[in-house]
């Protein structure tokens, strides 16, 4: 079943970066359900950052917010090593926030993700960052 839902968050990913929002979206409010029934956490998390990126794309930047921040207290509550995902979250906090207007506010979020992935020396992260930083 784990192995289904990471399968299904990739096809959401997809689906979200060819434009499908709306059956993306479908899909990952329905991983936020699974996951949350098998109880797993890093699946948890990631199914709600990926809804949380729908949201973004759809426009809906008040829930998406809410979904980050929920993937976010999980994160601060665990031992699990969540760096990555930590770093993800910033970066979809700041293309949310960004994107109401609050472009100082957004700047530290990204800010914050470039330190995240710098901490692992994770290259795309922190290419990813910078480009964030940088539009």
Excluded: P
């Excluded at 399968?7 to 059956?23: C, M, W």
């Excluded at 899909?27 to 998390?45: C, G, M, P, Q, Y």
């Excluded at 031992?79 to 910033?90: I, V």
Aim: overall charge negative; proline content about 0%; hydrophobic content about 35%.
């Amino acid at each position: 079943m784990k192995e289904l839902i990471i399968l299904d968050l990739f096809l959401s990913r997809v689906l979200r970066e060819t434009g499908d929002i709306k059956e993306s979206s479908t899909l990952s409010k329905l991983l936020v359900e699974t996951a949350e029934t098998l109880n797993d956490e890093r699946l948890i998390i990631e199914a709600y950052l990926e809804n949380a990126y729908c949201l973004w794309y759809a426009g809906d930047f008040d829930e998406g917010i809410q979904f980050c921040n929920h993937a976010q207290n999980i994160m601060s509550k665990s031992d699990g090593d969540y760096k990555k995902l930590y770093a993800r979250s910033q970066i979809i906090l700041g293309n949310l926030i960004g994107d109401q207007g609050d472009l100082d506010m957004a700047l530290k979020y990204y800010t914050d993700a470039l330190k995240s992935y710098r901490s692992i020396n994770d290259k795309d992260g922190i290419a990813y960052s910078l480009n964030n930083l940088g539009t």
